[in-house]
């Protein structure tokens, strides 16, 4: 009866009493130890996973940052830059001022008045004989002059009688200057070259180069001219600005001395024109030119050279208008300055950053407010620096905003799904443990309950088998505590709220007992068990956990050997460590197999096909166990030759 307890008991677990896994020790160590390892192994996996995730995020945010700026660069974003430089502009118009220059228009009315082209001299004589009562601040004049006429007198004897007079010239294609003739030359004070420059993508005016040179002759744009004239100061030049009196003119010789025009707003309706015609009906007009500086020049469609402007949406702007705009600009310092591209660098920058970590440290719907900010940022930023003058580049910190989101958002994605993947199977793993366990648990019950039913059942059971029976009980509820002490251990090991058993220990004595236990197996295939130089060496820490390591070396050297074979098992220690090795002369493994060994379920094809029975957990678990020790383990092994695994472990100090 007794036996047949026992043999229940021996043949409902998993392993048989001929095995050696058949111990419940091992069994309750495997269960303990698997639990620990898979939760050990995926966290040290979610580790790696996490930091390499990590870089890829951070490469990607960089490359985001970077393609940005490339694509702004690109005639399409340049282009693209332009456009949204007029949104700002028109969004952010200057308040209306009071304009410091006029126009003195020779419009249709003048033109018909005087006799169409022929009389536009004598009309800008008359005109500026009108207003010279009035003192203009100075006065130039938007007509070339380059030849003689018979008219000539009179606009000759204005121009002597006006003083500040600034005339102008124009770079020919043939790449020299047309001036205006020597007669009306000597009466200017300068003379002002008004060539403009118009956007080669969409013939908009939106800056101005202050100089102009063919070869080495330079000239000033009139604009700029009539300035100085009004000042009565010259240009003092360096590499960044112009300075004309007091007036610093942020225009950098690396940009051609480029300014940009603030055109006067759509509320302003432009730069006041009075006509010679009108001036002739209304002489009182002329006080309106007082202390002004007069641009005089072409109104009429027909002959004016016109100018569309961000402002004019399509209309047209007379050539003389342009001008006076420059001259506001200059006049009353509205300057519109470039952001410094190290601050469109870094803010390119800042966004993919932004725009990584919102969806690093959220997911759902934190990251897509973190990632909506990032684009309201990319938008506000060249917004708010506009209105203090200061022109943001707008396509690379969009260009970067828009792609790093996308990449984010897509990365996040990949690794939420990857995640729930890793979780589902570490899931699984974790309920074929726990299943294991609770049928492990079961089993010392099961022999408990049987044999107590017995004792109550025949209650003249002979004394011996009454014994016998205490005893089974006895040795069953010791091993159900010890295993639930183990896997209460293992649990809170791997939950880190426990510090592994630090015991010292023989190895050499963990390696007989092994060796024990391992016998019936290596007798049943025949194979002899060597113990050679075992190393002497005390080592510390979980006494329990190594012998589960040395056993699994050990069985598996014999499981994976032919019989007839042996297997040695040996080591040494030195001053700082022991080693232990276990060699067979078994099926051996290729380098490839080798290298994956330790990966969790896995087994060679060879190991298949020996018809040994195997879960492929063991030496992951014995690596875990390994590592926890602070050693390492090593294999060497040839196909057919044999195998050897060398533990390296520290050796405990005196
Ligand atoms: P199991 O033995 O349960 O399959 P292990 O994790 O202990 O799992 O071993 C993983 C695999 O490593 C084995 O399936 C086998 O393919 C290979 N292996 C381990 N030890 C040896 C050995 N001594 N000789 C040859 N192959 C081995």
């Known amino acids: 009866?007794?036996?047949?307890?026992?043999?229940?008991?021996?043949?409902?677990?998993?392993?048989?009493?001929?095995?050696?896994?058949?111990?419940?020790?091992w069994a309750a160590n495997h269960l303990c130890a698997s639990i620990y390892s898979i939760r050990r192994q995926a966290a040290n996996l979610?580790?790696?996973?996490?930091?390499?995730?990590?870089?890829?995020?951070?490469?990607?945010?960089?490359?985001?940052?970077?393609?940005?700026?490339?694509?702004?660069?690109?005639?399409?974003?340049?282009?693209?830059?332009?456009?949204?430089?007029?949104?700002?502009?028109?969004?952010?118009?200057?308040?209306?001022?009071?304009?410091?220059?006029?126009?003195?228009?020779?419009?249709?009315?003048?033109?018909?008045?005087?006799?169409?082209?022929?009389?536009?001299?004598?009309?800008?004589?008359?005109?500026?004989?009108?207003?010279?009562?009035?003192?203009?601040?100075?006065?130039?004049?938007?007509?070339?002059?380059?030849?003689?006429?018979?008219?000539d007198g009179p606009l000759e004897a204005a121009f002597a009688n006006t003083p500040n007079l600034v005339l102008s010239c124009d770079l020919l294609p043939n790449g020299r200057w047309e001036d205006p003739i020597e007669r009306f030359r000597t009466h200017a004070v300068?003379?002002?070259?008004?060539?403009?420059?118009?956007?080669?993508?969409?013939?908009?005016?939106?800056?101005?180069?202050?100089?102009?040179?063919?070869?080495n002759d330079r000239r000033w744009t009139l604009a700029l001219e009539t300035f100085m004239a009004v000042n009565h100061a010259g240009v003092i030049e360096s590499p960044d600005d112009l300075l004309v009196g007091t007036t610093r003119i942020p225009s950098a010789d690396s940009t051609g001395r480029t300014l940009r025009i603030r055109f006067t707003p759509p509320s302003m309706n432009g730069i006041p024109p009075v006509s010679i015609a009108e001036l002739d009906r209304h002489p009182e007009l002329a006080a309106r030119f007082a202390g002004k500086a007069v641009f005089a020049g072409v109104t009429a469609q027909t002959l004016s050279d016109r100018y569309s402007t961000p402002y004019t949406n399509g209309a047209i702007m007379p050539g003389i208008e342009f001008h006076a705009n420059l001259y506001e600009t200059i006049a009353r310092r509205m300057f519109l300055t470039d952001a410094p591209l190290t601050?469109?660098?870094?803010?390119?920058?800042?966004?993919?950053?932004?725009?990584?970590?919102?969806?690093?440290?959220?997911?759902?719907?934190p990251a897509n407010l973190g990632a909506f900010l990032v684009l309201v940022a990319s938008q506000a930023i060249p917004a708010l620096a506009f209105s203090h003058g200061i022109v943001w580049e707008w396509m690379p910190g969009t260009f970067t905003a828009v792609i790093a989101i996308a990449l984010a958002a897509t990365w996040r994605?990949?690794?939420?799904?990857?995640?729930?993947?890793?979780?589902?199977?570490?899931?699984?793993?974790?309920?074929?443990?726990?299943?294991?366990?609770?049928?492990?648990?079961?089993?010392?019950?099961?022999?408990?309950q049987g044999s107590s039913e017995l004792i109550s059942r025949y209650g003249s059971m002979p004394e011996a088998k009454r014994k016998e029976m205490a005893d089974l009980i006895n040795?069953?509820?010791?091993?159900?505590?010890?295993?639930?002490?183990?896997?209460?251990?293992?649990?809170?090991?791997?939950?880190?709220?426990?510090?592994?058993?630090?015991?010292?220990?023989?190895?050499?004595?963990?390696?007989?007992?092994?060796?024990?236990?391992?016998?019936p197996l290596a007798e049943a295939k025949n194979i002899?068990?060597?113990?050679?130089?075992?190393?002497?060496?005390?080592?510390?820490?979980?006494?329990?956990?190594?012998?589960?390591?040395?056993?699994?070396?050990?069985?598996?050297?014999?499981k994976y050997s032919p019989s007839g074979t042996q297997v040695t098992l040996f080591g040494e220690d030195n001053k700082n460590e022991v080693r232990l090795s276990v060699q067979d002369q078994g099926i051996g493994m290729d380098k490839k197999e080798v290298s994956r060994i330790f990966e969790k379920f896995y087994r060679t094809k060879r190991a298949e096909q020996s018809g040994e029975a195997g879960?492929?957990?063991?030496?992951?678990?014995?690596?875990?166990?390994?590592?926890?020790?602070?050693?390492?383990?090593?294999?060497?092994?040839?196909?057919g030759k044999g195998s050897r695994f060398t533990l390296v472990l520290k050796r405990a100090y005196d």
């Open 528 to 558: 002899a068990v060597h113990l050679e130089d075992l190393p002497a060496a005390q080592i510390s820490g979980d006494r329990e956990l190594m012998e589960y390591a040395v056993y699994n070396l050990l069985t598996n050297a014999i």
């Open 413 to 448: 994605h990949l690794i939420v799904r990857r995640q729930l993947t890793v979780a589902e199977n570490e899931k699984t793993r974790y309920q074929r443990s726990m299943q294991f366990a609770i049928h492990e648990l079961r089993t010392p019950l099961t022999a408990i």
């Open 1 to 25: 009866m007794n036996s047949g307890a026992r043999r229940t008991t021996a043949n409902s677990s998993p392993y048989s009493v001929l095995d050696p896994r058949g111990s419940r020790k």
């Open 475 to 519: 040795a069953e509820s010791k091993r159900l505590a010890r295993m639930i002490e183990t896997f209460l251990s293992v649990e809170k090991l791997s939950a880190g709220q426990m510090e592994m058993k630090q015991e010292r220990f023989l190895l050499a004595e963990i390696v007989k007992r092994c060796a024990e236990r391992a016998k």
């Open 190 to 215: 300068a003379v002002g070259e008004v060539h403009a420059d118009l956007d080669k993508f969409d013939a908009i005016s939106r800056d101005l180069p202050l100089e102009k040179a063919a070869g």
């Open 46 to 151: 979610a580790k790696s996973m996490q930091r390499k995730t990590h870089a890829v995020l951070a490469a990607l945010m960089v490359a985001s940052a970077l393609a940005a700026l490339v694509l702004s660069w690109t005639a399409l974003g340049r282009q693209f830059d332009t456009y949204a430089y007029d949104f700002f502009f028109r969004l952010e118009p200057p308040a209306p001022w009071q304009p410091q220059s006029i126009i003195l228009a020779l419009d249709e009315e003048t033109l018909t008045k005087y006799g169409g082209l022929t009389g536009m001299r004598s009309a800008l004589a008359d005109g500026l004989e009108k207003i010279r009562p009035a003192q203009p601040a100075a006065v130039a004049i938007d007509f070339i002059l380059p030849d003689a006429s018979p008219s």
């Open 343 to 365: 601050w469109v660098f870094a803010l390119s920058f800042i966004l993919a950053a932004a725009s990584g970590l919102a969806f690093l440290f959220t997911g759902g719907w």
């Open 615 to 639: 879960t492929g957990i063991g030496l992951s678990i014995v690596e875990q166990i390994v590592v926890q020790h602070g050693g390492s383990i090593h294999v060497e092994s040839e196909p």
